[in-house]
């Protein structure tokens, strides 16, 4: 039983990820990422790449995962906690340095 919800939760995991990377990488809809504002970011295509790709690869590990707790039946927990404790990680780098893209605060005369 726990397989199965295991695996329901990583294959959610897998399609929010991939529809939302595909929503920002290729759509380029860098709207619909959190915290952003309309004319503060510097390079709207860069921080859709990186935001993008970066939730490619999380649907990719939520993929391995899905096949891994497949496979591994026995190591189930194990590979979801791998992948639970990367996407907070992942989630964390991306933001930080999605600061790049930012334009530079305006000097004040």
Known sequence: MASF??????EFLFLVF?????TIRIKKRVDVIAGYQKGTIRDPDGLSRWVGNNLFFLAGCSLAAMVGI????DQE????MVLITLVPIVSVIT?????????PPEKKK
Do not use: D, M, N
Request: glycine fraction near 4%.
């Open 5 to 10: 919800i295991l695996l329901i939760i990583t």
């Open 18 to 22: 991939a529809v939302l990377g595909y």
């Open 70 to 73: 497949l496979v591994f039946p």
């Open 77 to 80: 927990v194990v590979i979801f």
């Open 95 to 103: 933001a930080l340095r999605s600061k790049r893209f930012e334009q």
